[in-house]
């Protein structure tokens, strides 16, 4: 971890022409050696057995983190209401994480406005199952007002700075301290690597933030996520030295 930020990329492919990983292991051990955390999205779309969660904990260093997308099932279909037995189940299946689950991501459908009552239930569950800080990703603009920001507050959930990104949200997230910076890639979406100025900005933006944060790439589909991760991560440490 650079900076008090863990920086990676949305899954863990690795090209093996980029210097300064290891040639040897699995994927997950390869990119480990370079980079503090990743982000897993496919827990999004399917169950992963418990026996794999253990098996990608056992892959990496005692410091390294996991950020864990919750389940579609749960902030698409359910909407986030009458979600308990998802929940329980989601975090049975990733408690051999155990210490290097790092976050829980939440991502909205853009449809999805804030419903007071069903967002305070939904917190109030995922809180029962410990005190792993929760990021959410809104799409949805109604996630920007007051009440909704009280709310969060309250929970202790900061909402995602996302790029490309709805401008009230982006302010919002702003206003919770940039704790969880995830890049798609602009201007064309998961494909554009990000100029240097851009990563100046991102860099300055995390540096000036208490922390700890997160700064994931999604921007995958070109193999730019890897590239943008090790020069913000490199930024940030000629920052810190």
């Known amino acids: 971890m650079v900076q008090n930020t863990f920086i990676g990329t949305a899954g863990w492919s690795v090209e093996r022409a980029i210097p300064g990983f290891s040639q040897v292991g699995t994927a997950l051990e390869r990119y480990s050696s370079v980079f503090s955390a990743v982000e897993i999205n496919s827990s999004f779309y399917r169950r992963h057995r418990p026996s794999t969660w253990q098996r990608w904990h056992d892959a990496v260093p005692p410091h390294f983190r996991f950020s864990v997308k919750l389940p579609k099932a749960i902030t698409h279909v359910r909407q986030l209401i009458g979600a308990e037995a998802e929940i329980a189940e989601f975090f049975a299946d990733i408690k051999p994480l155990g210490a290097k689950l790092g976050a829980i991501l939440v991502q909205l459908p853009p449809k999805l406005a804030f419903a007071p009552d069903a967002a305070a239930a939904f917190f109030s569950a995922l809180q029962a199952f410990g005190n792993t800080p929760v990021f959410i990703e809104p799409r949805h603009p109604s996630w920007a007002d007051m009440q909704a920001s009280?709310?969060?507050?309250?929970?202790?959930?900061?909402?995602?700075?996302?790029?490309?990104?709805?401008?009230?949200?982006?302010?919002?997230?702003?206003?919770?301290?940039?704790?969880?910076?995830?890049?798609?890639?602009?201007?064309?979406?998961?494909?554009?690597?990000?100029?240097?100025?851009?990563?100046?900005?991102?860099?300055?933006?995390?540096?000036?933030?208490?922390g700890p944060n997160w700064c994931i790439f999604d921007n995958t589909a070109s193999g730019a996520a890897l590239r943008d991760a090790l020069k913000l991560r490199d930024l940030l440490a000629r920052g810190q030295a």
Do not use: C, N, W
């Open 150 to 210: 009280d709310l969060l507050h309250r929970y202790r959930v900061a909402r995602v700075y996302a790029d490309p990104q709805e401008a009230t949200l982006r302010s919002a997230a702003l206003s919770d301290g940039t704790s969880y910076l995830r890049l798609h890639g602009s201007p064309k979406i998961y494909y554009s690597a990000y100029d240097a100025e851009t990563l100046d900005e991102f860099a300055a933006m995390l540096a000036t933030s208490p």
